[in-house]
């Protein structure tokens, strides 16, 4: 069966601090693995991440793959309050015939309170 | 470019009773999804659309929800009867079509209580 797992489940740190949200993940067949992030409404998309060792960034938010290992992390440097959030890791499965599932089997989530 | 629009937000039910929620995609997107999201956890997909036809519903607990999309543009979400391990928020997201996750657009979801 097809897993995604994150970890830690949450966290608590101050503003300034460097966080490191981990995504370990059981897939058949791989397509991408995505992060998003959720602030008690609809999850926004962060990053869509296919090969491996490749970093991509926006901001202070940077994720990497590793396809060898099957694992993600999101780094989020100097935080502030307003990354306080739920931030959820995705894997989208491809189909036996390697065609397009375009669903989404997330992990149980990572929830960030970042203190003043 | 308007988003995906759910109703109710908000509902609060007792144990055996019904409930219904809709859901109206972004415009011209072919891929419909409803994913369960209970407290804790991360969302569970239910049901997924293509156009008005049902792509998987591999996960979606037949004997008391149901779910359609006629058109190929709207969709319900149907509970009958509820139970306390219904309570999570109902997320309807959608894409153009069956193609890249980053595509996926969600809707701000309804929270459901059952009592």
């Known amino acids: 069966e097809d897993k995604v797992v994150q970890s830690p489940l949450s966290l608590v740190v101050h503003e300034g601090d460097t966080v490191t949200l981990n995504c370990s993940y059981e897939?058949?067949?791989?397509?991408?693995l995505l992060w998003y992030k959720q602030e008690k409404k609809a999850p926004t998309f962060l990053f869509m991440l296919?090969?491996?060792?490749i970093e991509k960034k926006s901001g202070r938010l940077s994720s990497i793959l590793d396809k060898k290992e099957l694992f993600s992390i999101l780094n989020i440097t100097a935080t502030q309050t307003g990354d306080s959030a739920v931030y959820l890791c995705?894997?989208?499965?491809?189909?036996?015939?390697?065609?397009?599932?375009?669903?989404?089997?997330f992990g149980q989530g990572t929830t960030l309170q970042v203190k003043p | 470019e308007a988003g995906v629009a759910q109703s109710p937000r908000y509902k609060i039910i007792e144990k055996r009773q019904s409930v219904a929620f809709w859901c109206n995609p972004i415009s011209g997107h072919a891929t419909l999804y409803w994913y369960q999201q209970i407290l804790g956890q991360g969302p569970k997909l239910l049901i997924q659309f293509q156009n008005n036809g049902v792509v998987d519903d591999s996960q979606l607990p037949k004997d008391r929800f149901s779910a359609e999309r006629l058109k190929g543009v709207d969709s319900t979400l149907k509970i009958q009867p509820a139970k306390l391990e219904d309570s999570a928020v109902y997320l309807c997201?959608?894409?153009?079509?069956?193609?890249?996750?980053?595509?996926?657009?969600f809707g701000e979801g309804s929270w459901l209580t059952v009592v």
């Open positions: 995705a894997v989208e499965p491809l189909n036996p015939g390697s065609s397009n599932t375009g669903k989404l089997i």
């Open positions: 296919t090969s491996s060792g």
């Open positions: 897939v058949t067949n791989f397509r991408s």
């Open positions: 997201a959608s894409s153009p079509r069956l193609i890249s996750g980053n595509t996926i657009y």
